[in-house]
T-cell receptor, first 114, second 114 residues
């Protein structure tokens, strides 16, 4: 119940294409869903986050879509660029009890070809 | 550069030993979070301190402990080290005491236990 599933494990996209990464969770106590971007040799960085009271959030080329009934959320990267090549992690958090309920997905390695 | 500093960058030690990892948060940030990133376990939240007090405890082993000092820097102490403790250890800081505040990650300390 604590697991967050993330797919695909790796993704190769042509420059200008759309990158889509999916995550699914089980624990209905989760109420905050951030995405992190991590470049090799660096720490993760918060990319975008969503709460379950909205179905979509967009920031620039990055969009989170959230389906509460299906307990799924996804990251869409529009007009993907080689500079977007990184590992992306989704996370699911119970903000009132995140000591016990703060789970990361296993990560997706994105490569954007020039 | 996130403004969060971690030392040392690399650490190699033997099983059974004890090490201390240090983190200095961004100027003005009161919260420090510690994370472990390993091939086996992925990213895991370990513990959070806010203004010197423990705020939330995640998947932190009993052999591990942390503290935050009056100058707000934090140390993560790892003792009785095992091979499986080899990982990247990140700290992150934020201005507030809850996860709604954006966290800024440091570059990490790579621990190798031989």
């Amino acid at each position: 119940q604590q697991q967050v599933k993330q797919s695909p494990q790796s993704l190769i996209v042509q420059k200008g294409g759309i990158s889509i990464i999916n995550c699914a969770y089980e624990n209905t106590a989760f109420d905050y869903f951030p995405w992190y971007q991590q470049f090799p040799g660096k720490g993760p960085a918060l990319l975008i986050a969503i709460r379950p009271d909205v179905s979509e959030k967009k920031e620039g080329r990055f969009t989170i879509s959230f389906n509460k009934s299906a307990k799924q959320f996804s990251l869409h990267i529009m007009d993907s660029q080689p500079g977007d090549s990184a590992t992306y992690f989704c996370a699911a958090i119970d903000r009132d009890n995140y000591g016990q309920n703060f789970v990361f997905g296993p990560g997706t390695r994105l490569s954007v070809l020039p | 550069d996130s403004g969060v500093t971690q030392t040392p960058k690399h650490l190699i030690t033997a099983t059974g030993q004890r090490v201390t990892l240090r983190c200095s948060p961004r100027s003005g940030d009161l919260s420090v979070y510690w994370y472990q990133q390993s091939l086996d376990q992925g990213l895991q939240f370990l513990i959070q301190y806010y203004n010197g007090e423990e705020r939330a405890k995640g998947n932190i082993l009993e052999r591990f402990s942390a503290q935050q000092f009056p100058d707000l820097h934090s140390e993560l102490n790892l003792s009785s080290l095992e091979l499986g403790d080899s990982a990247l250890y990140f700290c992150a800081s934020s201005v507030g005491n809850s996860l709604i505040y954006e966290q800024y990650f440091g570059p990490g300390t790579r621990l190798t236990v031989t």
